[in-house]
């Protein structure tokens, strides 16, 4: 049986006990109910083949699965389903993902549209029926149907390319690229390409080119060891969430910090911080009130209020606390005797 075939049966699996026919011709509608319609268990079946091929369908069908919450039936975060579906971690799935726009980026594409030359496969805001390609780029194009104007992707054997372009065909050779400004990734890029010869470059070919950018824009770094500064997500995946969250400076690089929150810590670019601008005193305050909320966080077996008022006041940017708060802080400390 050809691939074409193999795909089309893999879009035709139904969820266990329905009546309804495969091949359903109404857009798909994203609903808020746990079970899923026959329509995305088709969906999630032929996204999660993609995941398991190429790296740039795998990161548009991850996004895809993410943004559609097409796991929710069988798993209650995105986390735990690409963990037990794929044994991706959180960390590589993000990698994945923001390695997928800067594909985007340097094919000058928003990646709407992805062809294979062997494989029925794009991933959309929408999935088209594989009886009834369309030609708009939210639907799946088939490989026979190949566009000319080169938003879409062609796989082939030795490298990746859109007509005489190189494109990346791992996410190691892009992940460098990521903290870039867009035009500064396609120069890198370019740059990485030519001095590996006209052919696809590794990753520490690309790494070594974005290492001479960032040394020959290098700009002092403005913060400081004990400073408390809030994040900004930005295009950084592994932030998602801990917009407005606090922190203090633990560690100064070149190009980066390391900040420690009441639940984690992160080591981001610089780009990704913003100074709470306060005096030496204020900055003390935060620091002791940081520490004794990590020591609470730390707490095995700890109850979910714990969690709650450490999300509270982590994310409270004030060098205070309201004498309610200060009550609460401390009658949870005690409880766990540290206080």
């Not at 009546?19 to 026959?38: C, G, R, Y």
């Not at 929150?261 to 935060?286: G, P, R």
Request: charged share 25%; with cysteine.
């Amino acid at each position: 049986m050809s691939e074409m075939s193999n795909i089309s049966s893999e879009r035709n699996l139904l969820p266990p006990n329905s009546d309804l026919e495969a091949n359903q011709t109404t857009p798909v509608e994203v609903i808020s109910s746990s079970e899923l319609t026959t329509e995305e268990w088709s969906d999630r079946i032929f996204l999660e083949r993609q995941v398991e091929r190429a790296f740039y369908i795998a990161a548009k069908a991850l996004k895809a699965l993410r943004d559609r919450r097409l796991y929710r039936s069988t798993h209650s975060t995105f986390e735990d389903y690409c963990r037990s579906r794929f044994g991706f971690t959180h960390r590589h799935v993000n990698y994945l993902i923001a390695g997928s726009f800067v594909v985007d980026n340097l094919m000058g594409t928003n990646g709407s549209q992805i062809e294979n030359s062997d494989e029925m496969g794009t991933i959309g805001s929408q999935i088209g029926n594989p009886d009834e390609m369309g030609t708009n780029g939210s639907q799946i194009k088939n490989s026979n149907e190949t566009g000319t104007d080169g938003s879409q992707i062609g796989n082939s054997d030795e490298m990746g390319t859109i007509g005489s372009q190189i494109l990346p065909t791992s996410e190691r050779q892009v992940r460098p690229l990521v903290p870039l400004k867009p035009e500064q990734q396609r120069q890198a890029w370019q740059q990485a390409v030519e001095l590996a010869g006209g052919k696809i470059p590794s990753g520490r070919i690309v790494q070594d080119i974005v290492d001479k950018i960032r040394e020959r824009t290098k700009l002092p770094n403005p913060y400081r060891l004990g400073e408390v500064c809030t994040l900004l997500p930005k295009d950084n995946p592994e932030l998602k969430g801990k917009s407005g969250c606090w922190g203090v400076i633990t560690h100064v690089g070149d190009y980066s910090c390391t900040l420690e929150t009441w639940d984690a810590e992160y080591t981001v670019k610089i780009e990704h911080l913003k100074s709470l601008e306060l005096l030496d005193n204020d900055c003390q305050f935060m620091q002791q009130l940081c520490a004794r909320l990590r020591r609470l966080h730390e707490i095995e077996n700890r109850d979910i209020a714990v969690d709650w008022l450490g999300l509270g006041l982590g994310k409270q940017p004030k060098p205070y606390l309201s004498p309610l708060q200060e009550k609460l802080l401390a009658d949870v400390e005690q409880e766990y005797g540290l206080h």
